[in-house]
């Protein structure tokens, strides 16, 4: 379902002067509904009060090993990285959106990504070793030892 955060990133994006690389600076607090992979939330965004909608989020900076892969290998890596995002999530629901911007799939934002106490998953999970940095460019080619 479209919900309005999409639409005003999709309305904003058709007008010339807001570039791929235009932000709404936030924070704008949102509750995690659910953890999709090692990089990807869908939560429920607050960015006005009384506004609150559904919109997947990409956190800015990191890549996560594929869920989907045809290899085994990167697919236990996408998994190991999900857990570990969700045992950092564990009990604390609302994070805070910042630097959003609209992602290079439709449907999905790109933000920062913070818990109330400062945690940033994005760090956490490169210091785990759990997915790799990621500024949005080209991805490595992954060679898969199984095939």
Known sequence: ???????????????????????????VSAKIIRII?????LVAATPWPQQTMEVYVRIR?????????????????????RVALEQMISGAANIQLREIAGDKYFGRILANVTFADGR??????LSEGKVRAYDGGRKPQVVCADE
Do not use: W
């Open 120 to 125: 940033n998953p994005a760090q956490y999970l």
């Open 61 to 81: 900076g990191i890549d996560a090993p594929e869920i989907h892969s045809k290899c085994a290998e990167v697919r236990k890596a996408a998994l190991e990285a």
């Open 1 to 27: 379902m479209l919900k309005l955060f999409s639409i005003v990133l999709l309305v904003l994006s058709s007008v010339p002067a807001f570039a791929a690389r235009d932000e709404i600076e936030g924070p």
């Open 37 to 41: 992979d090692g990089d990807t939330l």
